[in-house]
């Protein structure tokens, strides 16, 4: 590339940004007087909010005006907010107004036409494009179209054009860094510099770099199941983020944030992911852990989390066969059935009791659910019962009602009681003195009986934890379980419940059927849901959150090799499985293949580990070796693991030392929590800290650090191949450094003739 060249792109950059810099001038004054006119109206509203409550006729006027006043805050805060986002996309772009050219030649054109692309449109007062959005349909030829005939979808159809030149630019501070053109979907010279330069403490985004199959990803709007196949590191959770952000550009007019939701694999997770969405100018998405879904689904139980099971699962291996049955589709089809089948008889109702007495008897409430036709879902006739029961109360509310106590208490009630139980009704409202009193004695016996109503209103007339107990002792069983292996499962279960405590793989098919018999549980807002390491989910869970969120397109992702939770499955099967159990009209697949994340030498190990590694190509970027520190007693391990963490500390912000378990985690803070500034995280922890982390691998899914430190991948901790899926993810978090630390002999997953020893740097301990 010419430097007359590059001059007459800065030269581009340098007006860009100058008229970047009079709109954000011109922007400034408009937020200030928006702001002016909001604190304005806010002191005039504080002012009336404090005007006479206490008189009746005060008091409705005061609130008409009150509730025209809140719609002005609103319209005038909603007004400043949008004035406040403009601000700040104006503020990135002034720092780097765009990261692509192409230049097209449009059929019908004379002349062909240069378009740059950034990660926000930016238009003139003459409305010219300066900038497009990344997201704009024009757009994707940059990250899709090799030189020559390119098409690209549009509003209006599928369009050609010729594309003459794509060029890249590296643009910080309004300096042009670097530039050069590239017939590749985005060149890896920009990727080597982005990549190099990466630190941890939160995801960028990567619009400037998106590569062709992450492109696939992002702007897939016709699959309704979407499932992702990525090696550790491709750039799933990027590709989740961007095409977020791309849905919500694309439907802008039908699509909210917060119609969208993610469930992330930890909390420190969806920490690390929450400025992506922001710097590309969009609100975050609803975030959600699969237990604080539970959490929230069986309040008052105390519901087994993955890594409670990941933990308790190496102490007391269980049962595979049996858990896979737990785990299927099939279980939920059991349930499914089970649920159409039932007659108002095998349910099991409970009475709905106050202060000690029955108030509506199980039989009662069974022959209300009797008397609607067995034609109806078990759910509809639920609800019609909920219905007719609450007819019932408010019969024996009305009854009661005319009580003496009643009275009584109408009669000793305060003003501001008197007040309080009219409510939403005013005084004057009822015609008569007597309608009034009445109106009164019923809210007084509805408030004291709210215990029933509430009871209604839940459905806790059924205990549907008996009922998972019935369905589980008539469940068709397949032929590699026995009914013997049956019945400890359903003591396990009804011994759990006892102590108010769920196993995972019974959340599932329980909350499925307590949906399917008592209706709810659905949310039919939600428009897009996705799944971020899908490997950790059965497909019962799967099945049960496509239940949950009926209307929402789903995207998986996952990287069935770091599994730490199950066994691997080929991509093909998953997708085989899951479009059969999801009943998938339009499914895809699309699979990563290429990792970024982690320098040459460290992939190259990482994928080495991996039966089929070789179908990971790493991407070409330079670091040191591995290096393995073999020591043979815990003291001098611990001397070395020092020397390593200070010497790692000296140039990278963050290292982690990853253990398999929790009690590992422990082990190692102790011994080195005098020594150096070092946080133990935990699955309670929101945030990242700088300095040295310590923390059990399944709490590091999705995370990457500078720098890793594998704690004790001995032969005794890491005996066989069942570890090899905790071993790859632990090596594929290392973005710059990895070492690993043995106690011991090492592992044969590492030492194997599979990992040539000139791929790692090794050092033994030298004896004295
Ligand atoms: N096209 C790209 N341009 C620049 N950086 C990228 C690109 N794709 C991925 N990366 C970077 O590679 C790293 C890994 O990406 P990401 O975390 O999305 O991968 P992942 O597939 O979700 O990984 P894992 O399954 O191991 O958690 C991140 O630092 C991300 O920013």
Redesign the pocket.
């Known amino acids: 590339m010419t430097t007359n060249e590059q001059a007459h792109e800065q030269h581009r950059v340098d007006d860009v940004v100058h008229q970047i810099g009079q709109r954000l001038d011109r922007t400034t004054a408009e937020y200030n007087d928006a702001h002016h006119e909001l604190r304005n109206v806010l002191k005039n509203y504080s002012e009336n909010t404090s005007v006479n409550w206490f008189e009746v006729d005060d008091r409705i006027e005061t609130s008409a005006e009150l509730q025209q006043q809140r719609a002005l805050v609103s319209r005038l805060t909603e007004n400043q907010n949008i004035i406040q986002d403009q601000l700040a996309t104006y503020r990135e772009l002034q720092k780097s107004p765009y990261f692509g050219r192409i230049d097209i030649q449009d059929p019908d054109e004379t002349k062909p036409e240069s378009l740059y692309i950034g990660t926000a449109s930016f238009v003139d007062d003459d409305e010219n494009f300066l900038v497009y959005d990344w997201r704009a349909p024009i757009s994707s030829i940059y990250y899709n179209g090799v030189l020559g005939q390119v098409a690209y979808d549009t509003p209006a159809g599928r369009q050609q054009t010729d594309l003459l030149k794509k060029r890249q630019f590296l643009i910080q501070d309004g300096q042009i860094q670097s530039m050069f053109d590239t017939n590749e979907t985005?060149g890896d010279e920009m990727?080597q510099h982005?990549?190099g330069e990466?630190n941890d403490t939160t995801?960028?985004n990567?619009v400037?770099?998106?590569?062709r199959e992450?492109n696939d990803i992002i702007r897939d709007v016709h699959s309704d199941l979407l499932v992702v196949q990525?090696?550790?590191?491709?750039?799933?959770?990027?590709?989740i983020l961007q095409r977020i952000a791309f849905l919500l550009y694309h439907s802008r007019r039908d699509l909210e944030a917060d119609q969208i939701v993610l469930f992330s694999p930890n909390r420190l997770f969806s920490h690390y992911i929450s400025d992506v969405l922001p710097s590309l100018g969009e609100r975050n998405m609803r975030q959600v852990t699969l237990a604080e879904f539970l959490t929230q689904r069986f309040q008052g139980l105390n519901v087994q989390t993955q890594f409670d099971r990941y933990e308790s699962d190496q102490q007391h291996p269980v049962n595979q066969a049996v858990r896979n049955f737990q785990e299927s589709a099939a279980m939920m089809t059991a349930v499914a059935d089970y649920c159409t089948h039932q007659t108002a008889t095998d349910l099991k109702f409970t009475d709905i009791r106050f202060k000690g007495r029955v108030f509506f008897g199980h039989q009662e409430i069974q022959d209300i659910y009797d008397s609607f036709p067995t034609t109806f879902p078990a759910a509809e006739r639920f609800l019609k019962t909920k219905n007719a029961l609450e007819k019932r109360l408010r019969q024996r509310i009305a009854e009661e009602a005319k009580a003496d106590w009643v009275r009584d208490t109408i009669d000793q009630l305060s003003d501001e009681d008197y007040h309080n139980l009219l409510g939403s009704k005013h005084l004057g409202q009822f015609e008569q003195l007597d309608d009034e009193i009445d109106f009164l004695a019923r809210q007084i016996v509805r408030r004291r009986l709210r215990q029933v109503d509430d009871a209604i209103y839940n459905g806790y007339f059924l205990d549907v934890y008996s009922q998972y107990t019935a369905f589980l002792k008539q469940c068709p069983l397949p032929e590699n379980v026995t009914t013997d292996q049956w019945q400890a499962i359903i003591d396990r279960y009804q011994h759990d419940i006892e102590f108010h405590k769920l196993a995972l793989t019974d959340a599932a098919p329980l909350l499925y059927m307590r949906d399917l018999l008592i209706g709810g549980g659905q949310n039919h807002q939600m428009q897009h849901l996705f799944v971020?390491?899908m490997q950790d989910y059965s497909i019962a869970q799967l099945v049960y959150l496509q239940h949950a969120f009926p209307r929402a397109k789903l995207t998986l992702?996952?990287?069935s090799e770091?599994a730490l939770f199950k066994a691997v499955e080929s991509p093909e099967d998953l997708l085989k499985n899951l479009g059969v159990a999801l009943h998938a009209k339009k499914s895809r697949l699309i699979t990563?293949r290429r990792s970024?994340?982690s320098t040459l030498p460290i992939t190259t190990f990482a994928k080495a580990l991996l039966p089929d590694g070789d179908k990971i190509e790493a991407f070409n970027r330079d670091g040191d070796l591995p290096k393995v520190v073999i020591r043979y007693d815990t003291a001098s391990a611990f001397k070395a693991l020092a020397h390593e963490l200070r010497s790692e500390l000296a140039t990278n912000g963050t290292v982690a030392i990853l253990t398999k378990n929790t009690a590992e985690a422990k082990y190692v803070y102790q011994e080195l929590h005098m020594d150096f500034d070092l946080t133990r995280l935990t699955d309670t922890d929101r945030t990242l800290p700088t300095g040295v982390v310590v923390l059990p691998i399944y709490l590091a899914?999705?995370?990457?650090f500078d720098s890793v430190i594998a704690y004790n991948v001995s032969a005794e901790n890491y005996p066989d191949q069942q570890f090899t899926g905790t071993l790859y993810?632990i090596a594929?978090?290392a973005?710059h450094h990895l070492t690993l630390l043995s106690i011991g002999p090492v592992s044969p997953l590492i030492a194997s003739e599979k990992i040539p020893q000139s791929d790692l740097r090794i050092e033994h301990e030298l004896s004295n």
């Open positions: 985005v990727l982005v990549l990466q995801m960028q990567i400037a770099t998106i590569q992450q990525g090696v550790a590191g491709s750039g799933k959770t990027s590709a971020d390491e992702l996952g990287d770091q990563l970024y994340r899914k999705g995370l990457e993810t594929s978090r973005m």
